[in-house]
């Protein structure tokens, strides 16, 4: 007796002809193993989407599918995470991920994109009016750091993201999130934030070019991400049993202390930074203390006529 299953074999897809969709095949044509419902039960591929491809299709189906993923990835994550992030986030914590991005990978391609644009945009951290009275030492270091925004824009992420996820397990404890759960939510958060935060950045980068008076403005830029954090943490206690006013306490808690976090990393990196350059050329230190040194009375005075 022949043991073998009898699997029925995969069309061919030379077999198809031109106007021919094997909409109704009878064994996925990627495995072939034999179809039972719309999605192969062994890789998973789509069999209602096997057929022909026309430029049609490509134009009205394809495209617009993979750019915006409307009903899964990226797109469906971002749109979750605009307008119900704390249940999003318990549902993906509970087991309902599979319309979901990756959190790592959602945070990395949205970093990416984010960069891309600002780069397009043009950063200058240093208004050109304000270079000439700077000491060289604090245009060198914004410069620097700057390209290494640029060139490891995930590097701020991998130093923040575990202090964060620390400070939310012990702050948010009643939404019941050990620290890998926060590490995958904060990433979501992260990713999300970047987008909101290069929502306002890039208008104001443009406007500085001609009012370079907003570059003291682009601190406010924080707000958004603050407030965005603020609602996400206090949607992640919802569930729990506690005043309302409590959830507000530890929510924005949460945002000060993470707040505090991200600046003294920025510093942090800004100072190692100062230091290789000076250790590089000592000269640059005697220029910031020449032009960081408090002035004369004679040189304060205005020339009287």
């Not at 087991?95 to 397009?120: E, K, W």
Request: with cysteine; hydrophobic share 50%; proline share 7%.
């Amino acid at each position: 007796m022949n043991t073998t299953a009898n699997l029925a074999p995969a069309p061919s897809l030379a077999a198809v002809g031109p106007d021919e969709a094997p909409h109704h095949a009878t064994a996925c044509l990627n495995c072939g193993t034999a179809i039972t419902d719309r999605y192969c039960a062994h890789c998973g591929q789509d069999a209602h989407h096997t057929h022909r491809f026309t430029l049609r299709f490509l134009l009205f189906h394809d495209l617009p599918h993979s750019i915006w993923h409307v009903d899964k990835g990226v797109g469906y994550t971002l749109r979750q995470m605009l307008t119900r992030p704390g249940a999003t986030l318990h549902e993906y914590m509970a087991g309902r991920r599979a319309q979901h991005f990756r959190p790592i990978t959602y945070l990395l391609l949205i970093t990416a994109v984010s960069m891309l644009l600002l780069s397009a945009v043009g950063i200058n951290p240093v208004p050109a009016a304000q270079q000439a009275e700077m000491p060289r030492l604090v245009q060198l270091v914004m410069e620097r750091y700057m390209q290494l925004y640029a060139k490891y824009p995930t590097l701020i992420y991998l130093i923040i993201l575990p202090a964060n996820a620390a400070l939310a397990v012990w702050l948010l404890r009643p939404s019941k999130f050990n620290f890998a759960e926060m590490l995958l939510s904060q990433a979501f958060i992260s990713g999300t934030t970047t987008i909101i935060s290069t929502v306002f950045m890039v208008p104001l980068l443009l406007l500085i070019r001609y009012f370079p008076a907003l570059q003291s403005w682009m601190m406010l830029t924080m707000l958004p991400y603050m407030a965005y954090s603020a609602w996400v943490f206090r949607q992640l206690l919802e569930p729990a049993r506690m005043p309302v006013e409590d959830k507000w306490v530890r929510s924005i808690g949460t945002v000060v202390l993470q707040t505090m976090v991200l600046v003294v990393s920025l510093i942090s990196v800004q100072i190692v930074i100062m230091f290789s350059l000076i250790r590089q050329d000592p000269s640059l230190l005697e220029d910031f203390r020449q032009k960081t040194a408090p002035k004369s009375r004679s040189e304060l005075a205005a020339p009287v006529r």
